[in-house]
């Protein structure tokens, strides 16, 4: 948002909360309403782009994996940004 006034001003918390539920939204909706559903596999605040309103668009897809069957969720192989690893993933890997 260059040439804004706002651009130095931090977040309110109603800010944050709006930002982060609609971050949510949108995940859930590549989850569960898209056939098939998409995996980001990289997300990060670096890849959640905001508009003037501040509603998030997620962005950054070549890491995204389809779902196309009832196994696509496991996988063996860490992808993403370094040094975070969803809970999930990380027992699957710890245990496997």
């Not at 977040?11 to 590549?30: F, P, T, V």
């Not at 897809?61 to 809970?87: E, I, K, Q, S, W």
Request: net charge negative.
């Amino acid at each position: 948002m260059a040439g804004d006034e706002q651009e130095d001003q931090p977040l309110n918390w109603n800010a944050r909360m709006k930002i982060a539920l609609g971050s949510a939204r949108g995940l859930a909706y590549l989850h569960h309403d898209c056939s098939p559903g998409i995996v980001h596999r990289d997300i990060k605040a670096s890849n959640i782009l905001l508009d003037r309103s501040l509603e998030p668009r997620v962005s950054d897809f070549g890491l995204a994996r389809l779902l196309v069957d009832n196994a696509a969720h496991v996988t063996t192989v860490v992808a993403g940004t370094f040094g975070y690893l969803a809970p999930g993933i990380s027992l699957i890997l710890l245990v496997g």
